[in-house]
């Protein structure tokens, strides 16, 4: 997908200002039609996220153990994945998924997907995608707060 096409999927996004990566996840959830759960998940070997999709949910893993900005970059990057709808394939991490999900039926997991680096090009567009919502949050937020101290004070 060329940065033109990822801008033009970043344009149809209902992203929440402020910026809340649960309620993001949640509208998201909305346009697929099933429920996306974050899970952090302490140690991850290897990956710092981890997306497993099955008929009825997606469920995002995600490093417990790093900063809150990191953790929510590590959820846009997973989240990336789901709007391109990546479909990898890798034997170890759906060893992995069923390591961290064992009471779940591995028929029932279609997708799996994890953070390992950016050699791919999946994982290049997803982190440039993730890159790309950060950016709009902020541009967004900046406008917002630099209005309201416009308007701070004003009585009409």
């Keep these: 997908m060329s940065a033109r096409r990822l801008r033009k999927l970043l344009r149809g996004l209902d992203v929440p200002i402020p910026f809340d990566v649960r309620s ?3 509208r998201i959830a909305a346009r697929r039609g099933k429920p996306i759960h974050l899970m952090p998940v ?13 008929d009825d949910a997606d469920v995002i893993f995600f490093e417990e153990e790093t ?6 970059h590590i959820v846009l990057h ?22 961290l999900l064992p ?15 950016y ?7 997803a982190e440039l995608l993730a890159t790309m919502i950060r950016q709009r949050v902020h541009t967004a937020t900046t406008l917002a ?5 416009a308007f701070d004070g004003f009585h009409g």
């Design 24 to 26: 993001f996840a949640d």
């Design 42 to 54: 302490a140690g991850l070997t290897g990956v710092c996220g981890l997306w497993i999709a099955t």
């Design 67 to 72: 900063a809150p900005f990191h953790q929510e």
């Design 78 to 99: 997973e989240l990336s994945h789901v709007l391109c709808d990546h479909y990898p394939a890798s034997a170890s991490l759906t060893e992995m998924a069923e390591l």
């Design 103 to 117: 009471s779940l039926d591995p028929a029932l997991v279609r997708r799996v997907l994890g953070r390992t680096g």
């Design 119 to 125: 050699s791919s090009e999946e994982e290049r567009e």
């Design 145 to 149: 707060d630099r209005l309201r101290a």
